[in-house]
């Protein structure tokens, strides 16, 4: 199983406050039904503890240690916005959601940090037209 795809990635995102990505981006891994929604509770959680902001337009919103029981199973979900997110100070234009059962999710986080650790990589992220693009871009274009 891929735990990024198509499917859980949105060039488009609607929310324009650090909260509001966090709460889109859980809701895309819910609705692909990798985690309960107490997952996202604790997504919140992780944030108000330490921020996931990364660096090069990322923040990579993930849950707490303690709601390892609430991932179903591993996906990442990413989310592009139009206009960057102010994230604690920090201009994001990413949000990778992360949940992690086992290791199977180690080797995406691998490619998205090789990736995003440089920033001509990243302008070709904000210049993709379609999902396909984005993980074709990673590295992760598995078709």
Do not use: C, Q
């Not at 809701?27 to 990798?34: D, I």
């Not at 994001?92 to 992360?98: E, Y």
């Not at 199977?104 to 993709?128: K, N, R, W």
């Amino acid at each position: 199983m891929n735990v990024l795809t198509a499917d859980t990635i949105r060039l488009h995102g609607a929310a324009t406050t650090r909260e509001e990505a966090i709460a889109e981006v859980g809701a895309l891994l819910v609705s692909t039904g990798a985690v309960t929604t107490e997952y996202v509770s604790a997504m919140f959680a992780r944030e108000s503890s330490v921020s996931t902001y990364m660096g090069n337009l990322l923040a990579i919103p993930h849950g707490t240690n303690e709601s390892k029981e609430d991932v179903i199973h591993s996906a990442i979900a990413l989310v592009r916005y139009d206009a960057p997110l102010d994230w604690g100070g920090n201009p994001v234009r990413f949000v990778i959601g992360i949940a992690g059962k086992g290791d199977s999710h180690l080797e995406v986080l691998g490619a998205i940090a090789t990736v995003f650790s440089d920033m001509t990589a990243v302008s070709e992220l904000l210049e993709a037209t379609s999902a396909a693009n984005i993980l074709s871009r990673l590295g992760l274009d598995f078709s």
